[in-house]
């Protein structure tokens, strides 16, 4: 990563091609493969396929402690729905151990479509709830307990199989979903000792401990969504200029993800304020970009790429 401002991309199905990969040579700094979304054999495949087509550094990017939703079926669901978060199977959450932790008046807010439900009672293998605002109930999406904080493991099994498939493969870049606190970065950093890592700022705890967080991650990458369900949207701008403050007095590097270009997921031109949006962050001394759902299932991956290099250069040359 030696360009002064670097683009980090998501690699995706609308990415993992050799058109693409190709066009990464110079043009993209990182590619992020996404634990979230992919099993431990398609990890190893995806890294075979793109190292046959670039020579752009990898970045394994962990799941980290998240709970998911495991569902066969998007369904869209009404106020006042009543449904059942099942131990195992039809709607369950995932890390399966979570079961364990919810209890009754939890409530969930689901995905970033609004979908937010209540836990009522507690049956054998299920909990019983009620939908209190509505939206669609998608697979692998995000769940955050709104009411209290679940403690979770900072990696899932899962992650450690993948971490051994990175440095099987020899990955020289990982990056922390969730680091909320310094002993995640050490545990962390105990086995990937010569790696570079990146630590993900998504949590309120993270906010909470960002001082500490800084003194000992050099890296660290501020993912807006999730973040903005811990704080609050309005709150976002406000910690994102606070952390990027901080890291220009300690010496840190500050990537910013989510929403960059999201209008080019479908579009092949980017809104106004999604310019402003990029032009502030950069002026924010940030360390680099990141595209997620913009290439990785957007339809204008390569313009997308395009589109940020452009105001990247422009932006570099105002400063000139």
């Given at each position: 990563m030696k360009k002064k401002f670097n683009i980090l991309c998501t690699v995706g199905p609308k990415s993992l091609n050799r058109s693409f990969l190709n066009f990464s040579?110079?043009?993209?700094?990182?590619?992020?493969?996404?634990?979230?979304?992919?099993?431990?054999?398609?990890l190893e495949k995806q890294i075979t396929y793109i190292k046959k087509y670039?020579?752009?550094?990898?970045?394994?990017?962990?799941?980290?402690?998240?709970?998911?939703?495991?569902?066969?079926?998007?369904?869209?669901?009404?106020?006042?729905?009543?449904?059942?978060i099942h131990k195992d199977k039809n709607f369950f959450l995932y890390p399966g151990n979570i079961f364990l932790k919810l209890k009754n008046g939890d409530i969930l807010d689901?995905?970033?479509?609004?979908?937010?439900?209540?836990?009522?009672?507690?049956?054998?293998?299920?909990?019983?709830?009620r939908v209190i605002s509505e939206g669609y109930l998608e697979d692998n999406k995000g769940v955050h307990v709104q009411n209290r904080r679940i403690?979770?493991?900072?990696?899932?099994?899962?992650?450690?199989?993948?971490?051994?498939v990175g440095l099987k493969n020899k990955i020289k870049y990982y990056a922390l979903?969730?680091?909320?606190?310094?002993?995640?970065?050490?545990?962390?950093?105990?086995?990937?000792?010569?790696?570079?890592?990146?630590?993900?700022?998504?949590?309120?705890?993270?906010?909470?401990?960002?001082?500490?967080?800084?003194k000992v991650g050099k890296n660290l990458l501020i993912d807006r969504g999730d973040l903005s369900k811990e704080i609050s949207l309005k709150n976002v701008p406000i910690i994102q200029r606070k952390i990027c403050e901080l890291g220009k007095k300690n010496n840190n590097n500050i990537f910013v993800a989510t929403n960059l270009l999201e209008s080019m997921v479908e579009n092949s031109y980017p809104t106004t304020?999604?310019?402003?949006?990029?032009?502030?962050?950069?002026?924010?001394?940030?360390?680099g970009l990141v595209?997620?759902?913009?290439?990785?299932?957007?339809?204008?991956?390569?313009?997308?790429?395009?589109?940020?290099?452009?105001?990247?250069?422009?932006?570099?040359?105002?400063?000139?």
């Open positions: 040579r110079n043009n993209i700094s990182l590619l992020r493969l996404n634990m979230s979304h992919l099993s431990v054999n398609q670039t020579k752009t550094p990898i970045c394994i990017d962990t799941e980290g402690a998240q709970i998911r939703t495991k569902i066969k079926k998007t369904i869209f669901l009404k106020i006042g729905k009543i449904i059942k689901i995905g970033f479509k609004n979908l937010k439900i209540k836990i009522l009672n507690k049956g054998k293998n299920f909990f019983k709830c403690k979770l493991n900072y990696l899932t099994d899962k992650d450690f199989k993948a971490i051994e979903s969730f680091t909320n606190c310094v002993e995640d970065i050490d545990k962390f950093n105990k086995i990937l000792p010569s790696q570079t890592k990146i630590y993900k700022i998504e949590s309120s705890l993270a906010i909470k401990n960002i001082k500490q967080i800084m304020g999604e310019v402003n949006d990029i032009y502030t962050t950069l002026k924010m001394h940030t360390k595209l997620a759902a913009e290439t990785a299932i957007g339809k204008y991956p390569i313009e997308s790429v395009k589109y940020l290099t452009k105001f990247i250069k422009f932006y570099k040359n105002m400063k000139n």
